[in-house]
Each structure stands twice: as C-alpha cells, then as structure tokens.
C-alpha cells in the first residue's frame, strides 16, 4: 500500500512538474470541441443535441496524449527498469500511475465541461452526477490506456499503436458516458441514468482489476 | 528447421474443408428451397451464419492461445497466438462484409448499428490493432507477451461492448441456429460450418509453423538444442 502511495505522490509530482504539458492538452481538446462543431455547421439545436458526444470525442482524442506522454518519461533513459528494481510491485507502480492518470483525466474533462457550455448552449444544473459521470468515464480510460500506453511507449511508431489498441476497447466507456451525459443536459425522464453509470462502472472495476493483474508481465525483463 | 513439423495434416484438413464448402455451395445455392419472405437473398445464410460460429470459434481459440502462453511460456503457444488471431480478423472480416451484402437488400442499408454488427467491427479493430502491435514490437519476448495480454483484454471486452451496444440500439435477428431455421436448410449450414472449421484450422497450423520459422530466424545466435537451454526459459519452434 505504501509502495502504492509513494508511486502515486511521484507520477503526480512529476504532472504537477510537467504543469505546461497538462495546459497543452486541455488546448487541444478545446480545440477539438471547437473544431467538432464546424461538422455539425452554426445550427445551435443540433450543437447542443451533440454537445454531449462531442465532449468525450474531445476528451478521448486528447487523452491518448497525456496517456502516451506518461510512460514515455519512464521510457527516456529507462527510468522504468531503475523503478522496477526498486522494493515496490509492479502493481504498485500500474496503479499509482493509472491513478495519476486518472486525476489528470478528469481534471482535463471538468475543465473542458464550460467550454461545452459555451460552445453548444449545453449546461446542466446536476453538477454533482455530472462530475460523477466523468470520475466514472475517466476511470475507464485511464486503466486500460496506462496498460496499453506501458507497451506502446517501447514500440515503434507509438503515436499510432496506442489509439489503434485503445479505442475499440473503450467503444462501452464511449457509449455509456456520452449517453449518461447526454441525460444530464437533455433531460432523463425515464430514469436511465443508473443502468449507464452502472455499466461504466462494471467496465472500470473489470479493467482496473486486469491492468493490476497483467502489468507485471507487461514490464517484466 | 528440425523441429518444426511437417505432417501432412494441415493440408488434408484445408482440402476437407474446401471440398465440404464446395458441397454445401452447391446445395444451399442450387437444392435447399427459396425462402418465402426473404427470397435468394437469404442463400447467404449458408456462408455467413457458419461464418459467424468459426470467427467466434478462431478468436476464443487466440485467447485460449494468449492464456496458455501467460502461463507456459511455450513459444508454441505465441506461434498460433499469431495465427488464430489473423484467422479470427479474417474471417471476422469477411462477417461484416456477408452482412452488408445481405443488409443492402433487406434492410436497405449497409450498415446497421446492431449489437452484433457492430461488436464484430470492434473486434475487427480490436484485434487488428493487436496484429499491428506485433508488426511493430521487434524483441519476440514483449511481442509475445504484450499480445497475449492485450489479447486476453480485448476479449475479456467483447461481452462488455455487445450489452452497451444492445442498450444502446437494436435491430438485428435473433441469432440463427437448427432451432431457429427450417428443417430444409439444415444441411447446407452444418457442410458449410465443418467447411470452413476444417480450413480455418488447416491454415491456423500452416501459419503457426511459418511463424515458428520466423521466430527461428529472429534469434541469435542459432537456437540451442532444447537440452541445452536454460530451464525455464523459453525454447523457440514447435508450431
């Protein structure tokens, strides 16, 4: 547990460092919202009917780079291999950064919700569930994309590979947030908001539970 | 070059296979009756439903692969890892386009965001994206291991991908077995489905051993005898 908290202090110290890189991102993902709405064309109702989808487009595209730029610290003068000899699991080591990312994440997603906002005219008042909804959306991209990002930052052409191995995994993480959160903005008169937060949820403990279980291999030497 | 068999059964199989294909061709296409609502249009039933069963079939193969390979350590294991997982994008492949061929004059469209359609294009994706990680991993430890693993992730995923899309949208048939269809089209489907059962597995063995080969070629210097390895580690051959 200590090894745990002692990986997580270091990945956050490290993005609390890297402070430049984290303001990059959420401008590419603003970026990215503003250049979804050019799709959809000045049509403010069917902006806001999309606002939802296009959020996690955005956060989805922008995180395979904080993902990606993670592990290739640790690649860089094979940090890694002085980590993975040092008297801490390489569980340990998975889930201080997967955690780290995960914070990262929904930092980037709660600060990219008022440029949607602004953006599609597409609030909502249920702030708490909406964070929730993005705790919960975040996780799912976090476990799977630390596992993955481990393996593509010691591949070639690794700004490729991580999406192409990532997104189809995450099409659940996908569908259920923008679903949830489509529901927040637009309404949820039927109460199909649990059965969604559900299912992210049964993604998350699936993939946090198999990242923990196969990162060992996925670093070993 | 020595280990790497070379039994004739690969062959004989992909022959079986291709010659019950052809017999069940000919009768789902010329002998088994028209279906009434659906027309000539149905016929592809006889490709496309055994299809379905093999491409399951091949990728539950390539995680059985991946999971015997996390725990042998047997480069056999990777060797067909590799294979199956082609064969299942292949024939997964081939799926999605039975599908469309048939969707267009039923449905009147190519696509539809069906559980079953669109979980098999995410396979598609998921498990092509695994091939390319292999093309660009050079050492064929972590190529083993990482597709292994991420194998056994994309498939412990496909459960989780056909229930958010089944919430998400349906419209698909039920799925279609001797339960579900007329008598009059049995046989066609069981020729057609040991058809190509009997090729997929023929070819996933020729693979195997020309990734057993590769693997050869890959390591230096030239593979010691299995006797003089290291135990435990890992002995390169064997499809």
Not at chain 1, 184 to 211: C, K, N, R, S, Y
Not at chain 2, 14 to 26: D, E, N, Q, R
Request: aromatic letters at 10%; charged letters at 10%; hydrophobic letters at 60%.
């Amino acid at each position: 547990m200590s090894g745990l908290l002692v990986a997580l202090r270091k990945d956050l110290l490290l993005q609390w460092r890297g402070k430049a890189q984290i303001v990059a991102i959420f401008a590419f993902g603003a970026t990215a919202l503003l250049l979804f709405s050019f799709a959809i064309g000045p049509d403010s109702l069917a902006l806001r009917q999309h606002a939802a989808g296009f959020l996690w487009l955005g956060l989805l595209l922008a995180s395979t780079l904080s993902l990606a730029e993670s592990f290739e610290r640790e690649v860089e003068e094979q940090a890694l291999e002085g980590l993975l000899l040092l008297p801490a699991s390489a569980r340990a080591l998975y889930y201080g950064k997967a955690l780290a990312n995960w914070a990262q994440l929904a930092l980037l997603g709660a600060a990219l919700v008022p440029v949607m906002v602004v953006l599609y005219d597409a609030g909502t008042l249920r702030l708490l569930s909406l964070l929730g909804v993005i705790l919960l959306g975040t996780a799912g991209l976090s476990a799977p994309g630390t596992l993955y990002a481990a393996m593509t930052a010691q591949a070639r052409a690794r700004q490729t590979l991580l999406p192409l191995l990532l997104f189809p995994l995450v099409v659940p993480v996908l569908l259920a947030a923008v679903k949830a959160t489509s529901l927040l903005i637009l309404g949820d008169p039927m109460g199909q908001l649990a059965p969604w937060a559900t299912l992210l949820a049964a993604f998350d403990v699936i993939h946090w539970a198999l990242g923990g279980l196969f990162f060992g291999r996925v670093v070993e030497d | 070059m020595a280990r790497v068999a070379h039994n004739r059964t690969p062959h004989a199989l992909v022959a079986a296979g291709v010659a019950l294909l052809l017999a069940g061709s000919y009768w789902g296409l010329l002998k088994a009756p028209r279906e009434i609502f659906m027309g000539d249009v149905q016929r592809i039933m006889y490709v496309h439903v055994p299809t379905a069963w093999n491409a399951m079939l091949a990728l539950s193969f390539a995680f059985v692969c991946a999971v015997c390979f996390l725990f042998t350590n047997a480069w056999k294991w990777d060797n067909r890892l590799e294979a199956a997982m082609e064969m299942g994008v292949v024939l997964s492949l081939l799926l999605c386009t039975q599908g469309a061929i048939w969707a267009k004059p039923t449905w009147g469209v190519w696509w539809d965001w069906d559980p079953r359609l669109t979980t098999t294009a995410v396979m598609v994706f998921a498990f092509g994206g695994i091939l390319a990680l292999r093309a660009f991993v050079d050492d064929p430890v972590k190529r083993a291991v990482w597709s292994a693993v991420a194998c056994i992730v994309a498939f412990a995923d496909v459960p989780i991908v056909y229930f958010s899309v089944k919430w998400w949208n349906s419209l698909h048939q039920a799925q279609s077995s001797p339960q579900t269809v007329s008598r009059a089209f049995h046989w066609p489907l069981r020729i057609n489905a040991f058809g190509i059962l009997f090729l997929w597995t023929g070819l996933v063995a020729l693979r195997a051993r020309v990734a057993a080969l590769r693997l050869q070629s890959e390591i230096h210097p030239p593979v010691p005898e299995q006797k003089s390895a290291p135990a435990g580690a890992p002995v390169p051959g064997g499809a």
